[in-house]
């Protein structure tokens, strides 16, 4: 979705073509709107009063995460607040001058903290092994403790659609867990919220948003540059599979909201060995295999007056954000 247009090309097809470009371009930000609303809405993410820490790695994830909760803040009809934090891990050639000189042009506050764990992280791990899981520990728990001191009521990280599914087959082709990342979840001091309001953006279409608004995007060094990671893996499968069968990954990644524990193995989430039958017709009993029929969706409130706040935002940000 690049602004080039052939010199080739006379006026009127120029201009068409910025026409169409313009048009792309439109529905890409009202899509990737729309789908942060939504993931935002479904899993009650950002509430009024809020002081939201985003955390930005210098990334096309994290600058879009941050460019779209902008947009959102400023047609919300709560009040919160956001605040930017990057993590200096003094990588060798870290360009440390790039997000202080972006975020200052934006009028965003944020906090630059500086921490040397890639010392740390190469000292440990042998050379050619996978760095993240030490890397990832390290950075939360220095990320929890500048969530305390910035007073952040929420922690927003910008893993999209596409993480949650990779992490999803890793731990399942891995770890032998149905497990991924949650859209929200409590932290393991009990003292943090952290949100992943990307859950249901793809990443093609982040890839776009950054060529369109042109992120000044700083690679990683560290973990990004390792071939041999589970997760690049995960990746060129789900790739493969959204080339070979359209579709198939929507629905892996739908079936991950619409668990049946009663049709799994679980023994902890189905009482399985107390189940017996009562003679009572059960919704969840043979029939959960059957196809369901889609339903018409629910109307929609109208925007009455006297509408509470709550439900008005839930309401924004599952069905406004984009307009």
């Known amino acids: 979705m690049n602004a080039i247009v052939s010199p080739g090309l006379n006026a009127a097809d120029a201009g068409r073509a910025r026409l169409k470009l313009e048009r792309e371009r439109n529905k890409l930000e009202k899509r990737l709107m729309r789908e942060t609303g939504r993931a935002i809405a479904d899993f009650n993410m950002i509430e009024a009063g809020d002081r939201v820490m985003v955390c930005l790695s210098g990334g096309k994830d994290s600058y879009g995460m941050l460019d779209l909760l902008l947009k959102l803040r400023e047609r919300a009809p709560i009040d919160f607040?956001?605040?930017?934090?990057?993590?200096?891990?003094?990588?060798?050639?870290?360009?440390?001058d790039v997000l202080p000189r972006y975020l200052s042009g934006l009028g965003v506050p944020f906090h630059i903290e500086t921490q040397d764990t890639y010392s740390i992280v190469t000292r440990l791990i042998p050379e050619g092994?996978?760095?993240?899981?030490?890397?990832?520990?390290?950075?939360?728990?220095?990320?929890?403790?500048?969530?305390?001191?910035?007073?952040?009521?929420?922690?927003?990280?910008?893993?999209?659609?596409d993480d949650i599914l990779a992490t999803f087959f890793m731990n399942m082709f891995y770890g032998g867990q149905l497990k991924s990342m949650p859209a929200k979840l409590v932290s393991d001091d009990g003292r943090h919220t952290v949100i992943r309001p990307l859950a249901y953006v793809k990443e093609d279409d982040l890839i776009a948003y950054a060529q369109w608004k042109d992120f000044p995007i700083i690679p990683c060094n560290l973990c990004g540059s390792q071939e041999n990671l589970k997760r690049k893996e995960a990746g060129r499968l789900i790739d493969e599979w959204e080339r070979a069968f359209p579709g198939r990954i929507e629905n892996i990644f739908n079936a991950l909201s619409r668990v049946t524990p009663s049709h799994l193995l679980d023994r902890g989430l189905f009482d399985f060995a107390n189940l017996r039958p009562t003679g009572v017709p059960d919704p969840q009993g043979d029939?959960?295999?059957?196809?369901?029929?889609?339903?018409?969706?629910?109307?929609?409130?109208?925007?009455?007056?006297?509408?509470?706040?709550?439900?008005?935002?839930?309401?924004?940000?599952?069905?406004g954000a984009a307009h």
């Open 81 to 96: 607040d956001i605040v930017a934090v990057n993590l200096d891990q003094k990588q060798p050639g870290f360009p440390d």
């Open 129 to 161: 092994k996978t760095m993240c899981s030490l890397c990832s520990r390290l950075r939360r728990g220095i990320l929890y403790r500048v969530a305390d001191e910035l007073k952040a009521t929420k922690i927003a990280l910008g893993h999209h659609r």
């Open 287 to 319: 029939t959960a295999f059957d196809p369901v029929d889609p339903q018409p969706a629910a109307a929609r409130c109208g925007d009455e007056t006297d509408e509470p706040l709550a439900e008005r935002t839930v309401r924004f940000f599952r069905d």
